[in-house]
DNA sequence: TTTCTTACTTTGATAATGAAAGTAATATGT
DNA sequence: ACATATTACTTTCATTATCAAAGTAAGAAA
């Protein structure tokens, strides 16, 4: 993997050269947007990334700290994947990223509660996300998620 | 090329298939940061990008609807590129990527102003940055940047 | 009219991706 | 207890992308 190659100390190219690839920001919106934990649930999404990728990504996002991987107490065979502080940081990105593809994409399928949430203050939002996340719960799932808080 | 595959129709996902590479969002942000626009100035980043991965990045981001490429009327070998308003619509990502980036890398880079223009309210810098671009300027460069604007 | 510049294209080596099959440890059902 | 299933990988190999270097054609500058 030559993909962490430092071309320069730029904010932007730093970040990017982190999760400025097909897979890293899905696995991050799999965890942040849908409370995805294991290996197999990343497997599982839309997009269907293979297991090889997978394994390198999750390594990958974890050696930059943006992942944190802790055994399964409960299953031994299983990993439990969370997102770091550095990896919750990442929230207002992958909102941006999301307003950007809903407001641009010719048909955009997310959801019904996601359209609904845009309407809500960018601020709010984004703080909700964050604290869901911080509290276990993620955008649309568990007992903090953003839909609970807003009512949606 | 293959990028474009279309794996799914999540915002984020779209989002990412568009610039979710390693060059496409280092040329936003030459464009909408230094103000970048000819192939020459592209070449000349800190990140030495190659001709044959430029050539095809910008037509990349052209067929994209991201930027826009017009002869140059005063010098019959170049082009000049610009952001188009759905590029330009990118600026919040960029900034949040950024943000993160100036947060998280131990040695960022960047001219001083920026670390000045991040102690300021987000809402006004994205909205200013924003209307430079849209000026002809961009958040370094030109009469109408954002450090023009916020006296830095 | 020679030389330089610009925006490419081509070539060939190296690296990343993707699909499929395999594996070892652990769990589950009977 | 035993057979089967599941989980998180690893391995293999064909396909695709990236990178560096060299080449090119149109136009500008001296």
Redesign the pocket.
């Known amino acids: 993997?030559?993909?962490e190659?430092n071309k320069s100390r730029c904010p932007i190219n730093f970040t990017v050269e982190i999760i400025g690839?097909?897979?890293s920001l899905l696995i991050v919106r799999d965890m942040a947007a849908l409370g995805k934990k294991?290996?197999?649930?990343f497997l599982d999404s839309k997009e269907?990334?293979?297991?090889?990728?997978l394994?390198?990504r999750?390594a990958h996002l974890e050696r930059k700290g943006i992942i944190a991987?802790r055994p399964?107490p409960?299953?031994?065979?299983?990993?439990v994947y969370s997102l770091t502080d550095k990896g919750i940081e990442l929230i207002p990105v992958v909102y941006e990223i999301a307003m950007w593809g809903t407001r641009n994409s010719p048909d955009p399928d997310a959801p019904d509660v996601w359209f609904e949430a845009l309407k809500r203050d960018r601020e709010e939002v984004v703080r909700l996300w964050i604290e869901a996340v911080k509290a276990g719960s993620s955008f649309f799932n568990g007992p903090d998620s953003v839909i609970a808080r807003l009512n949606l």
């Open positions: 993997m030559k993909r190659e690839d097909t897979w294991t290996f197999g649930e269907r990334i293979g297991t090889s990728v394994t390198d999750l991987k399964d409960s299953d031994k065979r299983k990993f």
